[in-house]
């Protein structure tokens, strides 16, 4: 799909499954920085529930197509969160329909720009297994990772690092050295559908939310 490159006022990752779908919604352009914190949109048949940081505003970044880009402080809003229903709720049969073309859950990448609205970006084959949604009863104890270059102590880490999509190489070594240090399971301030979260899945790891 192809559309003029517009303001984008907020960011969407969807996961398809058969009972429910998620959606982590992010103020700003979300592959500018996998460091911000998602609100998480659970979408069922009957009934929405919502996970929602106690973060406040946080340092999103935003491109403008004619001053380039910038960074200012934002959160979701309402409306935001109610646009994403009321489409997911309008596409709903389209949905259906991918998952039974894809053979099971599949996710989806939308933006919405200011002249646009809310648009599909591209599809994805994996997400994450339904049961990494939900807060483990007693979590591990964690040691946590700000930063790429640190040395990686072993057992289960809570990521708080940023890493742009466009940084790809400082990525895979990233997601290289977690693997050479023996690390399985991970837990993730941006998010579980964030490209940060989709690497370390392609690697092995086990990904896990930092909700709660």
Known sequence: MVQPYEYVRFSVELAVY??????ELVPGIWELDNRITPVVLHLYPEYSALDAPESGLQPARFHCPTTGH???????DDWQLA??????????????????QHGGPFGMKLQYSSRYGLSPQN??????????????????????IVSTAVDIPPGPL???????REEHQRLSEFVERL???????????SGLLSHLAINLREAGLTVRGAHG
């Open 158 to 164: 809570l990521l708080d690092v940023s890493v742009a």
């Open 179 to 189: 693997t050479r240090a023996g690390t399985q399971e991970v837990y993730l301030a």
């Open 18 to 23: 058969a009972d429910r779908t998620v959606a």
């Open 123 to 144: 599809l994805r084959s994996t997400v994450p297994a339904l049961s990494a949604w939900d807060a483990p009863t007693e979590a591990p104890p964690l040691n946590t």
């Open 70 to 76: 910038h960074e200012q402080s934002a959160r979701v």
């Open 83 to 100: 646009t994403v229903a009321q489409w997911v709720g309008e596409y709903r049969d389209g949905l259906d329909a991918l998952f039974q």
